[in-house]
């Protein structure tokens, strides 16, 4: 069983900064990618910024410049740091894990979720 709790949502005001964290726990064997995405209500989940274990980094252009992805591959963990937020970044913030679970001598190929956190960001 695999788990990635996310922390660090909130309310904040257009221009300001807040950071996301994740981490994944459980029986992991390797993890590949690991990724953001949002939903914002109405709309469908879109992927925010992911990251390999190379920390080769992908952005969607609305963030570019704004977000930073960053992980610790030693601790199963990764952060989003979000600066100058605007009103169009409100959203459920979801962590994502491109990994592979270890279950005695099995080996398992899975894409986990977090549970996803609140971004408000009030004009």
């Known amino acids: 069983q695999v788990q990635l709790v996310e922390s660090g949502g909130g309310l904040v005001q257009a221009g300001g900064s807040l950071r996301l964290s994740c981490a994944a726990s459980?029986?992991?064997?390797?993890?590949?990618?690991m990724g953001w995405y949002r939903q914002a209500p109405g709309k469908q989940r879109e992927l925010v910024a992911a990251i390999t274990t190379g920390s080769s980094t992908n952005y969607a252009d609305s963030v570019k410049g704004r977000f930073t992805i960053s992980r610790d591959n030693a601790k199963n963990t990764v952060a989003l740091q979000m600066n100058s937020l605007k009103p169009e970044d409100t959203a459920v913030y979801y962590c994502?894990?491109?990994?592979?679970?270890?279950?005695?001598?099995?080996?398992?190929?899975?894409?986990?979720w977090g549970q996803g956190t609140q971004v408000t960001v009030s004009s």
């Open positions: 994502n894990a491109d990994l592979v679970s270890k279950s005695g001598s099995s080996y398992k190929a899975t894409n986990s």
């Open positions: 459980g029986s992991i064997f390797r993890i590949n990618a």
